[in-house]
């Protein structure tokens, strides 16, 4: 055993150790040539100024490097530590009384010791001694005093290494395990109960010292933490170049510690991920540039709700309830590809055959904004509000400042990927193919482009009859055209008034199924003077994984081929296309019923108490509040179906109407009649007898007898008839009646009486004739009395018989003229039909699709009324029973003026009947007007 006293600078070291920093006290160490290392425990004991060491076990070493090298090493290292320090001076090293020992590295031996990253792996084995010590150690580095490492246990000097490397291990591991929360509530309670001494004995002036002193201790506290939180965190690689954990705490450490004090770290959390780029002001119509841009900068977004604020602040609030759904990307993470046949897929508009000529010749109307950049084309941009996308030439903002550009939007998201893309094929349960969201969009914002064939509607009619029809895919009716009612489907869109979209080959825009809560809406834009038709997310915007759905607003012309809704949504129609509001039969009916009450009240009380109100008046002229929720084209729709409705009301009303004022002017007639005839007789008895007696022999019976007082003076002709003209008369009243017959359906006609054929033959004779009684004919008739009653000639009466034939003539000759006519029958609607009458009178063809109107005239010309029995009916038919009745090959609905038109004639004395006959003049009863003969249709009026 050396003496203590052998290594006289050892006090001194260790003296000196103690005034300076830990490193370089603990770089001093015993130089190599000391006292053997049992000795140095005591010396160290003995001359250090420190402390025991509170620990029980503890290590002193100037780098304390990893664990992983507990030994101290002896190299350059050490040797630059203590540059000042003789080699003689000090203790001598462990290391150096054992330099034959060999040493292991037990950490590495048993294969734990690589924890450290593989670059550090090098350095680890060259610190590690293998084989003997001095081939390992360069000669030089013999005299220099080798870094010492100690151990001390409760007080005493582990000598071998090994032993020493499991205590300093168990040292660290004691300490990584000592608590700083520990020594902070230790020092403080410690503090606190010195400066609550120094304070009653001091009084305050002492407190500021105590004040200065725990702050001191909370700094170094958490100094201490925050280094070794630090150290945990970087591992291996950060390692400080002093432990000051592993030396015991002193006021210069504190010092130390407090220049190096760190701030707490903060954790750094992810802000972006599925959601990427939406935040709650996300313009997505803007770059992402311009959005940060626009983003107030002094709004912070609270954390406590995170993104996305579409769904979730959605789902949370009150006004929209809905269950909760995954994204999509979490129950369905990747796309899945659907297959779908007969599908060519394209991404933009193609124009086929004449559809481009008549587009570029259509193209010309344009519109312009004067957005600045600050309004950026927002919502009162006069092209967005006309759906026109900006563009260079009708905006002056640059792509970047104007956010009116969603199909260049559309173009660059194309170019990215699927989720970019943002829309798939999906299957649905029931309704075939649909399309959903593979990522979230913002209200209104564009999401796909509803693109394909452009065709012409001749082309789309020709498609749709030789090519669709065939298929035997049920495809689906976007658009069913008139006159192409099939119940197959078609992808066949209506964009512009002449141009159809046939998406048969298109985008696949055209999967996306029809809901009566639709979350998308289908919209016109025109686009660099093109208009092309997108699906937009609807204001409510669209969750990821959603189905995409927009109202189709099937055309309603096609109810046969209406489809069964399965849309499942509270408020389905129950049919894709506008529910049939009413059955259009019960609502003719209903509405003729109320139109007939109210007729009746009216004439009841001989006022229109009913009609001020118009709303009572005619129920389907006002718009119900619920036709104004309708879409537009709906609305359209039942406004068309129910003004065909008022129209055919209106016309049975005004029909019934004129029947009642005919019945009326009849009636009024009949007494004006039967007062003349009272005034005739008065006068005639009134005469002379031999002239009356003339008189009666000449008159007809039917006159004469006033037993019949509604025969009117126009049969007087009658009386004194042609040869063989009241026979033919006979014979068409006959046939007349059993025309009649035919048409009550008694087929009692051919057992007829004799007896009852005359009264019936009268009754009729009556009919015709006594409408046609005016006070103008009145008046001719008195003359030709009083004609006759002078001469008493048979001109008078062949006169008026060829008036007469004249006048069945013209009816007849009228028609006779032309081989076929073409009238215009005014239908229900009150279109014009056009119906082609044959020389055979027999059928009438219509060339127009038959409407109620046209087809009422038909099946009337049909039903008995053949068109030559009705041109003999026609001829004595009045005005008023003349709607049907048709002259020779006419059916018209115009009430035709069957009375014949006799023309001046400047041949001699007398006149030319409008079939050009000449007329003696004296032949003529009363004064001649001009009249005028109507093109196929008489329509001249001789006018007493
Ligand atoms: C444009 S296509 C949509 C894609 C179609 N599902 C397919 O598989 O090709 C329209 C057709 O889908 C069906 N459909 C769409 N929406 C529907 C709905 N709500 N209820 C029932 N069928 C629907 C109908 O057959 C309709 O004619």
């Not at 996308?389 to 905006?395: A, F, L, Q, R, V």
Request: aromatic share 4%; glycine share 6%.
């Amino acid at each position: 055993m050396a003496p203590r006293n052998a290594s006289p600078k050892s006090t001194a070291s260790a003296s000196s150790s103690t005034s300076k920093p830990a490193s370089s006290a603990s770089s001093i160490a015993s130089p190599v040539t000391s006292t053997p290392p049992t000795s140095i425990a005591d010396e160290s004991s003995v001359h250090s100024d420190n402390a025991k060491m509170d620990a029980p076990i503890d290590t002193v070493a100037d780098t304390p490097a990893t664990p992983t090298v507990p030994v101290a090493p002896v190299g350059p290292q050490s040797a630059q530590a203590t540059p000042d320090t003789p080699a003689s001076e000090g203790r001598r090293s462990v290391r150096s009384s054992r330099s034959t020992v060999v040493t292991y590295n037990v950490q590495m031996l048993a294969g734990t010791a690589i924890h450290t990253p593989t670059k550090y792996l090098e350095k680890h084995h060259k610190n590690v001694l293998h084989g003997a010590y001095e081939e390992a150690i360069p000669k030089h580095s013999v005299d220099t005093p080798p870094k010492k490492k100690r151990f001390r246990v409760q007080g005493e000097d582990l000598t071998d290494p090994v032993a020493a490397q499991l205590a300093s291990e168990t040292a660290q591991a004691a300490q990584r395990r000592r608590s700083s929360r520990v020594d902070l509530r230790k020092e403080a309670l410690k503090n606190v109960t010195a400066a609550g001494e120094a304070v009653v004995r001091k009084g305050p002036e002492v407190l500021s010292n105590v004040a200065s002193r725990v702050g001191r201790v909370l700094r170094d506290a958490l100094a201490t933490e925050s280094e070794s939180s630090s150290r945990s965190s970087k591992g291996s690689r950060s390692q400080p170049s002093t432990d000051s954990s592993a030396e015991p705490h002193d006021d210069e450490d504190d010092d130390e510690n407090e220049d190096k004090y760190v701030k707490r770290r903060e954790k750094q959390w992810e802000t972006q991920g599925l959601y990427v780029g939406q935040h709650r002001e996300l313009n997505p119509k803007l770059k992402e540039s311009q959005n940060r841009l626009r983003r107030p900068r002094k709004v912070k977004e609270p954390k406590i709700l995170p993104l996305p604020m579409f769904a979730g602040e959605r789902m949370l609030s009150d006004d929209f309830q809905r269950d909760f759904k995954l994204p999509f990307d979490v129950y369905h993470p990747l796309p899945r590809r659907v297959k779908v046949e007969g599908w060519t897929r394209l991404s933009k508009n193609r124009f086929i055959g004449d559809a481009s000529a008549l587009w570029k010749h259509d193209k010309h109307d344009n519109s312009t904004c004067q957005c600045s950049p600050q309004d950026g084309c927002g919502e009162n941009c006069h092209n967005r509000i006309m759906s026109y996308e900006c563009n260079e030439t009708n905006c002056r903002l640059s792509p970047d400042q104007c956010s009116n550009r969603p199909f260049a939007q559309l173009k660059i998201r194309a170019k990215g990927n699927g989720y970019d893309y943002g829309v798939e094929v999906m299957e649905t349960a029931d309704k075939g193919f649909g399309v959903r969201a593979m990522r979230s969009f913002e209200p209104n914002q564009i999401i796909v482009e509803y693109a394909g064939e452009i065709i012409t509607q001749a082309e789309c009619e020709r498609r749709m009859k030789y090519i669709y029809k065939k298929d035997k895919v049920c495809f689906v009716d976007l658009v069913i055209r008139r006159g192409l009612t099939c119940t197959k489907c078609y992808y066949l869109m209506s964009f512009d008034n002449k141009m159809i979209i046939d998406a048969t080959r298109g985008t696949i825009a055209r999967f996306v199924n029809h809901s009566c809560e639709p979350n998308c809406g289908m919209f016109k834009w025109t686009v660099n003077g093109e208009p092309r038709m997108a699906l937009f997310a609807g204001p409510r915007g669209i969750m990821t994984g959603e189905e995409l759905t927009y109202d189709y607003n099937f055309d309603p012309f096609s109810h046969r081929s209406q489809q069964i809704c399965r849309c499942g949504t509270r408020s389905c129609r129950g049919v894709l296309g506008p529910k049939p509001k009413y059955n259009p039969l019960e609502r003719s009916f209903a509405s003729t019923f109320l139109a007939g009450t109210k007729r009746k009240i009216a004439a009841v009380f001989g006022t229109n108490s009913v009609g001020n109100d118009s709303r009572m008046s005619s129920p389907s002229s006002q718009p119900s509040p619920k036709k104004r929720k309708l879409a537009p084209m709906a609305v359209a729709a039942v406004t068309k179906r129910e003004n065909a409705d008022a129209r055919s009301a209106a016309e049975k009303e005004k029909m019934e109407r004129e029947a009642k004022e005919q019945a009326e002017q009849r009636a009024r007639r009949e007494e004006r009649i039967a007062r003349r005839q009272s005034e005739l007789v008065s006068s005639a008895n009134a005469g002379e007898e031999g002239k009356e007696e003339e008189k009666r022999n000449s008159m007809p019976a039917a006159i004469g007898g006033l037993t019949r007082p509604s025969l009117p003076m126009k049969r007087t002709p009658r009386a004194v008839p042609r040869p063989g003209a009241l026979k033919q008369k006979r014979r068409d009243f006959r046939g007349l009646t059993g025309l009649l017959g035919r048409k009550r359906g008694d087929g009692e006609t051919a057992e007829r009486s004799v007896e009852e054929e005359e009264v019936v033959e009268e009754e009729i004779v009556h009919e015709v004739m006594d409408v046609n009684i005016t006070p103008a004919s009145l008046r001719s008739a008195k003359k030709k009395m009083e004609v006759m009653g002078r001469s008493s000639q048979p001109s008078s009466a062949s006169s008026a018989g060829s008036a007469k034939r004249s006048s069945g003539s013209v009816k007849s000759k009228g028609v006779k003229r032309r081989r076929t006519d073409v009238v215009n029958p005014i239908d229900s609607d009150g279109d014009v039909g056009m119906m082609e009458v044959d020389d055979d009178y027999n059928e009438a063809q219509p060339t127009k699709m038959a409407n109620a109107g046209n087809m009422k005239a038909i099946r009337k010309s049909e039903s008995g009324l053949t068109t030559r029995g009705a041109a003999r009916f026609g001829a004595l038919a009045n005005e008023s029973t003349s709607v049907w009745a048709s002259v020779g090959k006419h059916v018209t609905a115009k009430r035709t003026e069957m009375t014949p038109v006799v023309k001046p004639t400047n041949r001699g004395k007398g006149l030319r009947d409008s079939r050009g006959m000449f007329i003696k003049k004296d032949a003529v009863a009363g004064p001649v007007v001009k009249g005028k003969m109507g093109k196929g249709k008489a329509s001249g009026k001789l006018k007493a």
